[in-house]
C-alpha cells in the first residue's frame, strides 16, 4: 500500500517561515501529480499548492500566492511546501496527496498552527 508521510507541522508566530515536506513509499513519479491541502477546524478541505512531477509545473490557491512554494525532490520521493510570511488564518491540518491512474494517495496530516 502505497504511504505518504508530511512531516515539518508546528507553532510559528505570524509572519515567520515554516517547511513542510512529505515522502512516499514510491517513487513521486509514479504519481502525474503531488499536491498539498489544508483543512482549518469547521472548514472544508481545499486545495493549497500542486506540482506536475514531471516538468515541475505549479499552480497555487489565490490566498497563498507569493508566499508559499511547492518542490519536489523525485531522487528522494519527497514533495515540499516552504511556507513564508504566515498569517493566523493559514492554521490549519496540511495533507499531502499523490494523484496516479489508480487513484489518489494521502497522508495523515501535519498541524500547522500560526499564532503570537
Known amino acids: 500500500q502505497v504511504q505518504l508521510v508530511e512531516s515539518g507541522g508546528g507553532l510559528v508566530q505570524p509572519g515567520g517561515p515554516l517547511r513542510l515536506s512529505c515522502i512516499a513509499s514510491i517513487s513521486t513519479l509514479n504519481f502525474g501529480v503531488m499536491e498539498w491541502h489544508r483543512q482549518a477546524p469547521g472548514k472544508q478541505r481545499r486545495l493549497v499548492a500542486q506540482?506536475?512531477?514531471?516538468?515541475?509545473?505549479?499552480n497555487y490557491a489565490d490566498s497563498v500566492k507569493g508566499r508559499f512554494t511547492i518542490s519536489r525532490d523525485n531522487a528522494k520521493n519527497t514533495v515540499s511546501l516552504e511556507m513564508n510570511s504566515l498569517k493566523p488564518e493559514d492554521t490549519a491540518v496540511y495533507y499531502c496527496?499523490?494523484?496516479?491512474?489508480?487513484?489518489?494517495?494521502w497522508g495523515q496530516g501535519t498541524q500547522v498552527t500560526v499564532s503570537s
Open positions: 496527496n499523490g494523484i496516479r491512474s489508480s487513484g489518489y494517495s
Open positions: 506540482i506536475f512531477t514531471t516538468d515541475g509545473r505549479t
